[in-house]
């Protein structure tokens, strides 16, 4: 079964950058799953925002934030990364990794994922 774990977030400042992590808190190996990093601001929807094939050869990310966050995995960490660079107050939200099926391509979209870990906060702020 898997169960995502992630960690890694805390508080910025405006214009810093942070990277926060995925991994499985059982052993499960993540290098079958395609993931997905997801981010809800209080009182708005879940949102998409970045994806990685289960090989790592294939990643995308929302347009809007195409510039600034970027996804990256390191089998031997059996851990899934999300860098962030140049924060903004905006950015602020418990982001969340999950897990779906394994493909070529990956899609950024909700319904693609079906284990979801539990969140980490991240709260930029001066």
């Known amino acids: 079964q898997v169960q995502l774990v992630e960690s890694g977030g805390g508080s910025v400042q405006p214009g810093g950058s942070l990277r926060i992590s995925c991994t499985d808190s059982?052993?499960?190996?993540?290098?079958?799953?395609?993931i997905g990093w997801f981010r809800q601001a209080p009182g708005k929807e879940r949102e998409e925002v970045a994806c990685i094939t289960s090989g790592g050869f294939y990643t995308d990310s929302v347009r809007s934030l195409k510039d600034r966050f970027s996804v990256s995995r390191d089998g031997v960490e059996n851990s899934i990364y999300l860098h962030m660079k140049n924060l903004q107050g905006a950015d602020t939200a418990v982001y969340y990794c999950a897990a779906g099926s394994r493909g070529s391509t990956c899609n950024v979209g909700r319904q693609y994922y079906s284990h979801w870990g539990r969140g980490t906060q991240v709260t930029v702020s001066s």
């Open positions: 059982g052993g499960v190996m993540l290098d079958y799953y395609n």
